[in-house]
């Protein structure tokens, strides 16, 4: 990873840091947490009202996504769902309840802040399906073929290496899985540096993919079905949108492929407790001595 996308992970993370941070020490306060200041495009008010009256004050005032995830992917009972960066677990909250007991629901986030608040969130709402995994969304650490349904709500135009993301979705959903993602989405005829004018990368403008840009990104992971629909502006040029996408149900071979492509050192999740080697026949020590590497960033 090059300085500038090292720097760049590092801004973010502090950023949604330290909106934990003010979440948590808002629900020490008599009234209750404040939500955490975003403008009318994005935050919890794109929720129904029973929707986040269901919920922890605190999972609601660190909601800073720009749509409802949970309805985009229409969640059924008994799939399995992950909320790539989930931050304070509002969509996972949602989520287990739309998948119920014999479902699950993944919550994944690499801020430390955000984690604690989500589990803490989840005692709260008395969730018992539901699991908050730290680390990055471009290394996901689940098995190949485990997820039914991969959410997002305004993260991926966060991260530094999208193809790794898009790759990294493609291998953990089953064949005939989906992607229903709630996301900010550029005109293309938006230039990057057009874009960056428009906002910073914290504020989920400058790193955004263009509708083009975004169509390509899946159609390399492998998805198919791809369908992106602006459903509100956020800047000009700039636009929430609804992101679904298929992994086609023949894609058992292709998904190994994937993995193999992307794997660092021949292990894909490197450096995470659920490693695995692209290389069935090889253990994950074999796979990195025989690439003369170690965990690789």
Same mark, same amino acid.
């Given at each position: 990873?090059?300085?500038?996308?090292?720097?760049?992970?590092?801004?973010?993370?502090?950023?949604? &840091?330290?909106?934990?941070?003010?979440? #948590?020490?808002?629900?020490?306060?008599?009234?209750?947490?404040?939500?955490?200041?975003?403008?009318?495009?994005?935050?919890?008010?794109?929720?129904?009202?029973?929707?986040?009256?269901?919920?922890?004050?605190?999972?609601?005032? #660190?909601?800073?996504?720009?749509?409802?995830?949970?309805?985009? +992917?229409?969640?059924?009972?008994?799939?399995?769902?992950?909320?790539?960066?989930?931050?304070?677990?509002?969509?996972?909250?949602?989520?287990?309840?739309? /998948?119920?007991?014999?479902?699950?629901?993944?919550?994944?986030?690499?801020?430390?802040?955000?984690?604690?608040?989500?589990? %803490?969130?989840?005692?709260?709402?008395?969730?018992?399906?539901?699991?908050?995994?730290?680390?990055?969304?471009?290394?996901?650490?689940?098995?190949?073929?485990? !997820?039914?349904?991969?959410?997002?709500?305004?993260?991926?135009?966060?991260? /530094?290496?999208?193809?790794?993301?898009? %790759?990294?979705?493609?291998?953990?959903?089953?064949?005939?899985?989906?992607? @229903?993602?709630?996301?900010?989405?550029?005109?293309? +005829?938006?230039?990057?540096?057009?874009? &960056?004018?428009? @906002?910073?990368?914290?504020?989920? !403008?400058?790193?955004?993919?263009?509708?083009?840009?975004?169509? #390509?990104?899946?159609?390399? &992971?492998?998805?198919? @079905?791809?369908?992106?629909?602006?459903?509100?502006?956020? %800047?000009?040029?700039?636009?929430? +949108?609804?992101?679904?996408?298929?992994?086609?149900?023949?894609?058992?071979?292709?998904?190994?492929?994937?993995?193999?492509?992307?794997?660092?050192?021949?292990?894909? &999740?490197?450096?995470?407790?659920?490693?695995?080697?692209?290389?069935?026949?090889?253990?994950?020590?074999? +796979?990195?001595?025989?690439?003369?590497?170690?965990?690789?960033?």
């Amino acid at each position: 990873m090059s300085e500038q996308s090292t720097d760049l992970r590092e801004t973010v993370r502090r950023r949604y &840091a330290a909106a934990a941070m003010k979440v #948590a020490e808002g629900s020490t306060a008599c009234c209750g947490p404040e939500p955490v200041e975003v403008d009318e495009n994005f935050g919890s008010g794109l929720y129904a009202t029973d929707e986040r009256a269901t919920l922890p004050a605190e999972a609601v005032a #660190a909601s800073l996504g720009c749509g409802n995830p949970t309805v985009v +992917a229409e969640l059924r009972e008994g799939e399995r769902v992950l909320d790539l960066g989930s931050g304070g677990g509002i969509d996972v909250l949602l989520s287990a309840r739309r /998948v119920g007991p014999t479902g699950k629901a993944y919550g994944l986030d690499m801020t430390e802040e955000m984690l604690a608040l989500a589990l %803490a969130n989840a005692r709260k709402a008395g969730a018992t399906s539901v699991e908050f995994l730290k680390g990055t969304i471009e290394a996901i650490p689940l098995p190949a073929n485990t !997820i039914d349904v991969v959410i997002s709500n305004c993260v991926i135009n966060l991260s /530094v290496d999208k193809p790794a993301v898009f %790759a990294e979705t493609f291998r953990v959903l089953r064949p005939g899985g989906r992607i @229903g993602v709630s996301d900010v989405v550029a005109d293309d +005829a938006l230039t990057p540096e057009q874009r &960056a004018e428009r @906002g910073d990368y914290v504020s989920c !403008i400058a790193g955004a993919l263009s509708f083009a840009e975004y169509r #390509a990104g899946l159609e390399a &992971a492998g998805f198919s @079905g791809i369908d992106i629909t602006p459903t509100h502006p956020v %800047a000009n040029g700039m636009h929430s +949108a609804i992101i679904r996408a298929t992994k086609p149900a023949d894609s058992d071979m292709t998904s190994e492929a994937h993995s193999s492509e992307s794997a660092c050192c021949g292990v894909n &999740a490197c450096c995470t407790p659920s490693e695995t080697t692209a290389n069935p026949a090889l253990t994950v020590t074999e +796979a990195k001595s025989a690439s003369g590497c170690g965990c690789q960033s």
